[in-house]
């Protein structure tokens, strides 16, 4: 059982920067897919980022593409989420998932652990 942890969420102004961390309690964490996920109020889950195993692929969401950048460090068994020139749309709670089996897409259903979220709220 992989449990994953998220913090560095908060209140930010539109336009500034934070960035997110995700920590896993696997050793053997560089094998995993992580992604970031997140929820605004009355939406559902959608991707925001993804990197497979050691960082061979990155991939975005359209919408935060340019903006946000997903990194891992796999001796500290972390991957981060630095997002920059954030606007008030991105205000979510957003989540860190991970699973050891890449199948080839981005998708909530594909995802076998979860964190439980960090607030991200941008004021405008």
């Known amino acids: 059982q992989v449990q994953l942890a998220e913090s560095g969420g908060g209140l930010v102004q539109a336009g500034g920067s934070l960035r997110l961390s995700c920590t896993a309690s696997e050793r053997a964490f560089s094998r995993y897919v992580v992604d970031w996920f997140r929820q605004a109020p009355g939406k559902e889950r959608e991707f925001v980022a993804g990197?497979?195993?050691?960082?061979?692929?990155?991939d975005y969401a359209n919408s935060v593409k340019g903006r946000f950048t997903i990194s891992r460090d796999n001796a500290k068994n972390m991957v981060y989420l630095q997002m920059n020139s954030l606007k008030p749309e991105d205000t979510a709670v957003y989540y860190c998932?991970?699973?050891?089996?890449?199948?080839?897409?981005?998708?909530?259903?594909?995802?076998?652990?979860w964190g439980k979220g960090t607030l991200v709220t941008v004021s405008s």
């Open positions: 990197i497979l195993n050691y960082g061979a692929v990155i």
């Open positions: 998932a991970a699973t050891a089996t890449y199948r080839g897409r981005w998708s909530v259903d594909d995802m076998d652990y």
